[in-house]
């Protein structure tokens, strides 16, 4: 099995594909690098495979029998956003890529196109997939921190507000009005 601890991480890749021989292909190069695969040939197979799976990827051919690639895609999308979506069609037209990528897709693949590219391709996937996870990290320990930085802020506002307070008080008694003059007036005699 080749090596490839990028990819080896990863949980699952769902290939919907309504060839055969492509699914067959895809799967046995795919279990080669340490993927679980499931296998779909139309997007309503797909879509119901996805309820009870976990995957973290999704090659899908565009042109299927029940869907388009496209709509799944979207649908895929809407119910599980942390799939990544590759798209690959035989039919390559660069404005349809081009929606396609604005579309939450992550690549667009042309048959015939040769499994180092995929590869490649999941690759680039796999990393994108662990620099979010990284991000959603930061995130969660940056707005801990703010709680913290907050909390803190409320409590000094409370003993600023205390002494504050304590130190109102005293300057109102009438022995402390005595003891501060006093002492202004013991600086005063010391400076002449």
Known sequence: MPGNKLLESQKTLLIVDDNHDILEY???????YGFNIITAENGKAALSLLKTNQ?????IDIRLPDIN????????YASFPQVIIILMTGYPDIRE????????????????????????SLKRAAKYSELMEQNNQ???????????????????RKL?????????????????????????????????
Do not use: C, H, W
């Not at 995130?139 to 913290?148: G, M, N, R």
């Not at 109102?168 to 600086?187: A, D, G, T, V």
């Open 26 to 32: 895809l799967s046995t190069g795919f279990s080669d």
């Open 160 to 192: 600023l507000n205390k002494t504050s307070q304590k130190r109102l008080k005293e300057l109102n008694k009438p022995q402390s009005k005595n003891k501060y003059l006093n002492s202004y007036k013991k600086q005063q005699d010391y400076s002449d």
């Open 55 to 59: 995957p973290a990827f999704a090659l």
């Open 97 to 120: 890529a081009l929606k396609n990528l604005e579309n939450r897709v992550f690549d667009y693949l042309i048959k015939p196109f040769k499994f180092q590219q995929l590869l490649l």
């Open 69 to 76: 690639g496209i709509d799944l895609s979207k649908q895929i």
């Open 138 to 156: 930061y995130k969660k320990k940056i707005e801990l921190l703010e709680d913290e930085n907050n909390k803190i802020r409320r409590e000094m």
